[in-house]
């Protein structure tokens, strides 16, 4: 499966922001799906998770209460809803695609998009 992250951009703290990740192939229904994020010099965190039919969610302790992961098989796009941003969130942000069915640790995905940046100005 392929990936295709978008809708990064600037936002001012305490914005929101959508991120949509498009899957190319037919089996995106088969994947667990997560975002991550990466700042220079870090490594690469763990941000949100959905599993394979979209039932059961995973969220970092960081994000939790502020971002929301989704899912569309039909449409074969994972979203990452973020509110409430703040400075801190500023990163690339990266899709990925799993065989479990559902995953938090990033060495657990098989397949990764290039990223979108997003930045929070304080």
């Known amino acids: 499966v392929q990936l295709q992250a978008s809708g990064g951009g600037l936002v001012q703290a305490g914005g929101s922001l959508r991120l949509s990740c498009a899957a190319s192939?037919?089996?995106?229904?088969?994947?667990?799906m997560g975002w991550f994020r990466q700042v220079p010099g870090k490594e690469r965190e763990f941000v949100a998770a959905?599993?394979?039919?979209?039932?059961?969610?995973r969220y970092g302790g960081s994000v939790k209460g502020r971002f929301t992961i989704s899912r569309d098989n039909a449409k074969n796009t994972v979203y990452l809803q973020m509110n409430s941003l703040k400075p801190e969130d500023t990163a690339v942000y990266y899709c990925?695609?799993?065989?479990?069915?559902?995953?938090?640790?990033?060495?657990?995905?098989?397949?990764w998009g290039h990223g979108t940046q997003v930045t929070v100005s304080s």
């Open positions: 990925a695609a799993t065989r479990r069915v559902i995953a938090d640790d990033r060495y657990g995905y098989n397949h």
């Open positions: 192939g037919r089996t995106f229904s088969s994947y667990g």
């Open positions: 959905v599993s394979i039919g979209g039932g059961s969610t």
